[in-house]
Structure formats: structure tokens, C-alpha cells
């Protein structure tokens, strides 16, 4: 998964999930407390309960409200019993209201000051002096002031009627008006604070913010841990590789399991890694092939120089006296610069052949008369050494190919050099013929040499490779020969192989592609 799509993901969540969570749960909250609500008011309508304050406080006190107004009628003497409005302000106080009795002008009972004792019995119960202080009773002048006259609005209010008191005490008033035994004119009020309405809706929004609190917060948290962890594992996977490379380790691997763009970078990373091991590996190959190379040349070129030292040291001391003799240390240290100069020769082309500096020069050519001319200059340097040269050349006059007449006759030279080198019979042979092979000309050079043993034939055009590691003078060599023929035929566009039998001799195959001239 992407990361922006893990982001957005994230984000839709965090917005969705808590509102779908908290729709759920004041769905669930909302019934519950609606049930609790119609239990304790008898209200049956729950829409009621929210949008109607007043018949909630009148259903609050309905029962108590019956009550009392049926002992108006039958024992208005109770209404002023002390016991049974201790009793009765009890009850009411249990559902947060109170009961105030007037006789005539004068208050015989205000349930006030038992909600007062009440608070602050509960508020020291829970360590809470400020709860306990916070409401303060009426005194009797104070809701004499504001009570209703005796009969006010025709006198019994009735179970779903009242006075709503405004200003500081915020309260429904159900009037009961009443006879005492002794003839005063009475009332009795059932006190209800607007502030004691509906506890449970209160306590419903208190637990709605928490829960809105902790689903938010857990959300939050399960999303950041989300994207945190998804983020932070490839990256500390990232800093051990970058600290593995740092101190040089190449030999690790570094996977990735996911498909964003932090594993992206991971795979992209490892592809690095990869790559600079190749390269570390290429450039440690390269510094000792340099190594053999130049401990290879530095030998081969210690043989040639000692000779031509030795010589030349005769030459001084006197010591070829004689003009066969001066004749013969002169030719010798001739043939012995040429060594030198050819080892060097090839150092040369060696270091242009890594670099891919091979000063190629490529041209058409006539395939069977580059070759004739190539043999018959071949032919007299071999025929001054003793060896016997023998050519066919089944190729058609017409055949060209587009080649560098230069190194290919390289290429020949170095075939034929090494396969001269290590000629160990008295009859000496060197084999060459050109066949047509469809879209190539092949051409195939023999010897009848010591061969190559088995094991040694994959190895041959290998840098430095050598089948033989006396290093004497005579098949001493610096290794590098047949890899640049090999490297000089594939910049062609051709390929080369050999076959060979200790014993009999080897056989060297190269192929060059046909030059075909196309017409649109």
C-alpha cells in the first residue's frame, strides 16, 4: 500500500471512526438514559424528557402532589403534622425538591433548610467543604416574599400545573391550598429547582465528553502507531545498511515487504548495494589482475634483460672476438629488444583494453584477398623459424566484412605466436582455412603443439591465465594474449572457441560477420 494512500486511509479514519463510534454510542446512551428518565418521571413520551422541562418537573412530583391534595380533602390536619411533613420533605428531597407550608402569613415549615443539611451531610461524606457551601436556604421572610397568596389562580393548582418562580430561585412551585382543624387558611408548596431537573441528562453529557475524549484519543494513538511503525521499520532497516556500508560491510542483504514508497526506496537501496558490491568486488579483481600483470611483465622482461646485459657485457670485456661470435651476441640482443618491446606492446594494449580505448579502425573488406595477404606475409616469418605453413581459403572472391585490417591480423599473430610457443615436435605445423558459414566467415588456425589438457581449455582466454607456469624464456608470456584476441574478435561482432588434444595439437575458431549491403 502506497503511503499516501496509507495516509489518506489514516485520515478517514480518524475522522469517521470516532463520529461513527460516538453515533453508536449516544444512540445506545441516549436510550438508556431515555428508560431511566420515563422510569423516574413516568413520562412515556421521550421526546418529552429533552424538550419540556416543565412537564418533567411537574411529572417529577406527581405522585407526592396526589397525595397530599387528597389529604386536603379528607385530613387537612396531616398537612401541618410536624412527623408527617419531617417524613413527606424526606421524600421530596430524595427527588431533589422540598415542601414549604404556610398557615395564614406565617411559615410553619420550610423544607429549605433540611436540602441545605442534607448537602452538606454528603458533601463532607465526600471530602467536599465547597459543595457544601454552595447552595444557601431561603430564610421564611425571603419566600413569604414570593410565594403565592392563599387561592392564587383559582387554588389547587393541579398534577400537571405550577408557578414557575424566575430570578435567583429558579423553581416550580404546586400550590396545595387547605383548611387546618382550627380554621386557617393554609397552603402547602411542593418546591421542584430547575437546577435538579433531568441529573441523568447531565450525567449522559458528562460521560459523552469522556467517551468522546477517549475515542478520539484512542484512535489517534492506534493511527499514529499505525503509520509509525510502518514508517520507522524499513527506516531502521535502512540505517543499519547505511551503517553496515559505512563501516565497509557489503555482505548483507536488505528486504523489503512492502509495496509503498518507503519500499520503493528500500528495493532501490538494496539494488545500490548490490551494484557498489559488484563494483568493490570489480575494482578488487582489477587491482590484482594488475598485480599478476605487472609481477608477470616484470618477470618476462627480467629474462630478455638479463640476456641482453650478459651480452652486452661480452661485447665490452672483448669476449666475442670472433665475427661469428659478434655476429651472434648482436642478433641476440636484437631478437631480445624485440621481446622486450612486444612485452610492452602488449602492457599497452592491455591497459587501452580496460579502459575500452582499443583504437579500432573498422573498414570493408575483401575476406579472401585480407587473408592472402596476411598468410603470405606470415608465411616468410614462419618459414625463417622452420615451420611449415599450410592455407585454404573457400571463400568466395565477392565475400567482405567490415573489419580493422590492423588488429585482426593482431589477432592472427597472437594465435599463431602462442601456438608456436608451445611446439614440441621435431616437424613443426601451422594449419589455416577460411570457410563460409552462412552470415559469417570462419577461420580456423591448428598447430601440431604439446595441446591443452581438458581442465585448462574453458580457462584459456581468461586474463592471465597460463597452462604452463615454468616462466622459462621460451613459454613464458605475460597471460594476456588470447584474452585480447577474444575481446579484439567480440568487438567485432564475432565469437572464438578452441578444441584441443595433449599430444596432437590445438585448433582456434573465430568467426566475423559478413558485410551485407542492403538495398532499400
Known amino acids: 500500500m502506497k503511503l499516501k494512500t496509507r495516509l489518506v486511509i489514516s485520515f478517514c479514519i480518524i475522522i469517521v471512526l470516532p463520529i461513527a463510534l460516538m453515533c453508536g454510542i449516544l444512540f445506545g446512551y441516549y436510550h438508556l438514559h431515555v428508560r431511566t428518565a420515563q422510569k423516574t418521571y413516568g413520562i412515556e413520551e421521550s421526546q418529552t424528557i429533552f424538550n419540556n422541562s416543565v412537564l418533567v418537573m411537574n411529572q417529577y412530583t406527581r405522585s407526592d402532589y396526589e397525595e397530599m391534595a387528597e389529604l386536603a380533602k379528607t385530613e387537612p390536619g396531616t398537612l401541618v403534622s410536624e412527623a408527617y411533613l419531617k417524613g413527606k420533605n424526606q421524600e421530596l428531597i ?12 406565617e411559615i410553619i415549615f420550610n423544607g429549605d433548610v433540611y436540602v441545605q443539611e442534607a448537602q452538606e451531610t454528603g458533601a463532607q461524606s465526600n471530602g467536599d467543604k465547597q459543595d457544601a457551601d454552595a447552595v444557601l436556604p431561603m430564610t421564611d421572610e425571603e419566600w413569604n416574599s414570593v410565594l403565592p397568596a ?4 383559582g387554588g389547587e393548582t393541579g398534577a400537571d400545573g405550577g408557578y414557575y418562580l424566575s430570578g435567583e430561585t ?29 441529573p441523568e441528562v447531565k450525567q449522559l453529557i458528562a460521560e ?62 538494496e539494488e545500490m548495494r548490490q551494484r557498489l558490491k559488484e563494483s568493490t568486488e570489480e575494482r578488487v579483481r582489477s587491482e590484482q589482475e594488475n598485480r599478476v600483470l605487472i609481477s608477470n611483465i616484470a618477470h618476462d622482461l627480467k629474462t630478455p634483460i638479463t640476456a641482453v646485459k650478459g651480452y652486452a657485457e661480452g661485447l665490452v670485456d672483448g669476449v666475442a672476438d670472433t665475427p661469428e661470435k659478434l655476429n651472434r651476441y648482436v642478433t641476440t640482443i636484437y631478437n631480445k629488444a624485440n621481446e622486450m618491446d612486444r612485452l610492452i606492446n602488449e602492457l599497452t594494449l592491455y591497459s587501452n583494453i580496460d579502459a575500452n580505448r582499443i583504437p579500432y579502425n573498422f573498414d570493408k573488406i575483401n575476406a579472401k584477398a585480407y587473408f592472402d595477404d596476411c598468410i603470405e606475409d606470415i608465411g616468410i616469418d614462419l618459414e625463417t623459424q622452420g615451420i611449415k605453413l599450410t592455407y585454404e581459403n573457400a571463400v568466395d572472391d565477392d565475400v567482405q566484412i567490415i573489419a580493422d585490417p590492423e588488429q585482426i591480423m593482431r589477432v592472427i599473430n597472437n594465435i599463431i605466436s602462442n601456438g608456436v610457443k608451445y611446439m614440441d615436435k621435431p616437424y613443426k605445423l601451422i594449419g589455416i582455412r577460411l570457410k563460409d558459414v552462412g552470415d559469417f566467415v570462419q577461420i580456423e588456425i591448428d598447430d601440431n603443439g604439446k595441446g591443452i589438457a581438458l581442465k585448462d581449455l574453458p580457462y584459456i582466454f581468461d586474463r592471465f591465465y597460463r597452462t604452463d607456469s615454468s616462466r622459462n624464456s621460451k613459454t613464458g608470456g605475460s597471460g594476456i594474449g588470447l584474452s585480447i584476441v577474444k575481446k579484439i574478435v567480440e568487438d567485432h561482432g564475432g565469437r572464438i572457441w578452441a578444441t584441443s588434444k595433449e599430444g596432437v595439437g590445438t585448433t582456434m575458431y573465430f568467426v566475423l560477420r559478413k558485410y551485407v549491403d542492403t538495398v532499400l
Open 170 to 198: 429558579q423553581s416550580l412551585l404546586k400550590q396545595i391550598d387547605f383548611v387546618t382543624p382550627d380554621g386557617q387558611e393554609a397552603s402547602a408548596f411542593i418546591v421542584t429547582s430547575s437546577s435538579s431537573v433531568l
Open 208 to 269: 459523552i465528553v469522556v467517551l468522546v475524549v477517549l475515542v478520539l484519543g484512542i484512535t489517534a494513538i492506534a493511527m499514529t502507531v499505525w503509520i509509525y511503525q510502518s514508517m520507522t521499520r524499513p527506516i531502521r532497516k535502512l540505517q543499519k545498511a547505511t551503517q553496515n556500508i559505512k563501516e565497509g560491510n557489503l555482505d548483507f542483504t536488505i528486504e523489503s515487504d512492502s509495496e509503498d514508497e518507503i519500499g520503493e526506496l528500500t528495493r532501490n537501496f
Open 94 to 105: 430524595e427527588k431533589r425538591s422540598f415542601l414549604i407550608v404556610r398557615k395564614g402569613d
Open 150 to 153: 392563599y387561592g392564587y389562580g
